[in-house]
């Protein structure tokens, strides 16, 4: 047997890559993980303390049913590991009655029959003293909301793809990949791989990787930044401080978390600087950058508002212009699935997603419904 030959190969090991070696391995393929980078790095998008889970999805039903399928498995990925991953808190989505968030987290849970209840701002307050929401809000509390560990489940995943056999190979940039009879043949700066099937997770290097498709994804520099609210800190935490979004101009979201080591979390979406290539991101955040999540928090949480920040950091966001994810093959190599699915809120969805590009790679198929996610959308 040609020990560098595998039924699958996968490149970039962060939450989307990291899943799927797990449940190929988990179904006895023999898999290798290639990542540029050491493990458990910060130059992509599966970094940090946190990242949000949530079930009324004010983006769209259909990725109810999907992050369902993910709460699911992120259990199952505990009790295998003995690994706490994830932490509900309940969370808030608050905004005036006909904005996106409040309107479209009403539609997903009506038409799935979630628990949540529409809150007054009165009502907030009572249940979650920090908040103090200005006249014309509301939200919405999402009882099963919360937040996962991303560098604590990207590291579950690989070591247990490992207990199951899968080969990983960090420290490795993959230099090139072309089709070589019915296999595909990858070449990385340390040698040269064939599989049957290779899965290209590598985030906001995925378009590099494909430059025949000029796919039309954008790379956006997120900054976040962890406030320390002080002598009242006690009321941010766990089990008494929810997650948190909050529409504070129309189409325009700050988000936030209770408080961990690092500090009270939070930040501004989608209003970073776009950049051709992520090796071009500033990684420094300057002390200004700040400013605009204090105004954007003024109206609901006025006292964190204020509050020095301890730190900051940056991460990326890989955009479809649909903010929609990407998972498919590629339309001239059936032998290659892309997968991007990210936008800013791919991370929660990483153990089903994993476990549904699994199914393709295995059986052609899954169970759900991957249509507004194929590359039709712009490649013939």
């Known amino acids: 047997m040609n020990t560098r030959h595998y039924k699958a190969i996968v490149v970039g ?47 769209h039903p259909l990725y109810v049913p999907l992050v369902r399928r993910a709460h699911e498995l992120w259990l199952e990925l505990e009790k295998e590991s003995g690994e706490p991953l994830m932490t509900i808190t309940g ?23 979630l628990p949540h209840a529409l809150l007054s ?23 099963r909301a919360g937040f996962l560990d991303p560098e604590a489940c990207t590291r579950t995943h690989l070591k247990l793809a490992q207990d199951a056999g899968a080969a990983v190979r960090f420290n490795e940039p993959l230099l090139d990949w072309n089709i070589s009879g019915d296999s595909v043949r990858v070449t990385t700066a340390s ?33 976040v930044f962890w406030l320390d609210p002080g ?15 909050y529409e504070y101009v129309a189409g325009n979201i700050c988000y936030g978390f209770p408080r961990l080591p690092r500090g009270v979390k939070a930040s501004v979406m989608h209003a970073g600087e776009t950049v051709r290539h992520p090796d071009k991101v500033n990684r420094t955040v300057g002390g200004s950058e ?70 393709l790679l295995t059986k052609g198929e899954t169970d759900f419904d991957l249509s507004p996610f194929r590359l039709n959308r712009w490649v013939g």
């Open 231 to 245: 002598a009242d800190a006690t009321v941010y935490d766990v089990g008494q401080f929810p997650i948190y979004a």
């Open 191 to 223: 040698g040269a791989y064939t599989a049957d099937r290779l899965v290209l997770a590598a985030g906001p290097w995925n378009s590099s990787l494909v430059p025949d498709l000029e796919l039309p994804l954008t790379i956006e520099r997120q900054a």
């Open 13 to 59: 090991l962060g939450a989307m890559g990291s899943a799927t070696l797990y449940h190929l391995a988990r179904r006895g393929w023999r898999v290798l993980g290639i990542e540029q980078f050491s493990a458990g790095h910060d130059r992509g998008s599966s970094h940090g303390d946190s990242r949000i889970i949530r079930e009324t999805y004010f983006e």
């Open 290 to 359: 700040v400013n605009p999540l204090r105004a954007a928090l003024r109206p609901i949480l006025p006292e964190l508002a204020e509050s020095p920040v301890r730190e900051s950091d940056v991460c990326l966001f890989t955009n479809t212009p649909d903010h929609d994810f990407v998972i498919d093959f590629h339309p001239f190599f059936p032998q290659v699935l892309i997968s991007s699915p990210c936008s800013g809120h791919g991370f929660k969805f990483a153990s089903a997603i994993g476990a549904l590009q699994a199914d």
């Open 121 to 143: 701002a009165e009502e907030v307050r009572e249940r979650f003293p920090p908040f103090r929401l200005a006249k014309g809000l509301v939200a919405v509390l999402d009882s």
């Open 91 to 113: 969370g808030l989505m608050i905004g005036p009655t006909d904005g996106s968030i409040v309107s479209g987290s009403l539609r997903s849970a009506a038409e799935h029959n």
